[in-house]
């Protein structure tokens, strides 16, 4: 069955800090993946996603994602988080019938 | 940003009433879902539609029905509410064509309490 895992619950990292989200996912074709974020109180907005090419992939406020087949993996990543980052952030696999698939969401902290 | 609204953005009932909520679109987009979310759970999907009048279950359907008579709009009924369909709701849209990825686009939200 389709299925995405994402181990942390919750991240806690310091202001300024790198970052890395994990996001693992079940899919037999070639996926297409999304990261989405949510701040609190709102509705979720899309970060980048992939679907074919270059396997690093550029977002919005200065996210990227790293796609890996070998490891079924699409991690997300931030070189310096900002205080304002600090939301739930969701990965999603689209499946056959242009439905997403998603997984139950990593809370990020940041740490003054 | 996509044009969708969800109305009302927040409600609170009673136990065994009816309720409706509404998702609006000026995108013209074939696709609409309707999805709670609660903690611990991220986003789980209970139906959505694929066109005026097609609509199919998702993973939480029982409890729920939807009705979508034009593009632009698509109702959630819940025919009588229980407490465990406290939650927020989210409304989704997207144009679902086979050729592109499917990206989705939410709309702000519904927090309905069950008392």
């Known amino acids: 069955a389709q299925s995405v895992t994402q181990p942390d619950i919750h991240i806690t990292v310091s202001e300024g800090a790198s970052l890395e989200l994990r996001c693992n996912y079940s899919?037999?074709?070639?996926?297409?993946l999304f990261w989405y974020v949510q701040s609190p109180g709102q509705g979720l907005q899309l970060l980048l996603k992939y679907f074919s090419g270059d396997t690093l992939v550029q977002g919005i406020k200065g996210f990227e994602a790293e796609f890996k087949r070998s490891q079924s993996s699409f991690n997300l990543r931030k070189p310096s988080v900002h205080w304002s980052d600090a939301a739930e952030y969701f990965c999603?696999?689209?499946?056959?019938?242009?439905?997403?698939?998603w997984g139950a969401g990593t809370k990020l902290i940041i740490k003054p | 940003d996509a044009g969708i609204t969800q109305s009302p953005r927040h409600k609170v009932t009673e136990t065994g009433t009816p309720v409706t909520l509404r998702c609006h679109q000026t995108?013209?987009?074939?696709?609409m879902y309707w999805y709670r979310q609660d903690p611990g759970h991220g986003l789980r999907l209970i139906h959505y539609?694929?066109?005026?009048?097609?609509?199919d279950k998702g993973e939480v359907s029982d409890g729920y029905s939807v009705s979508r008579s034009k593009t632009e709009d698509f109702l959630l009924t819940l025919e009588s509410a229980t407490s465990s369909q406290t939650s927020v709701y989210f409304c989704?849209?997207?144009?679902?064509?086979?050729?592109?990825?499917?990206?989705?686009?939410f709309g702000p939200g519904t927090r309905l309490t069950v008392l």
């Open positions: 995108e013209n987009h074939r696709y």
């Open positions: 989704a849209i997207s144009p679902g064509q086979p050729t592109i990825y499917n990206e989705q686009f």
């Open positions: 539609s694929y066109g005026v009048k097609d609509t």
């Open positions: 899919y037999g074709a070639t996926p297409y």
């Open positions: 999603a696999v689209e499946d056959s019938n242009y439905q997403l698939i």
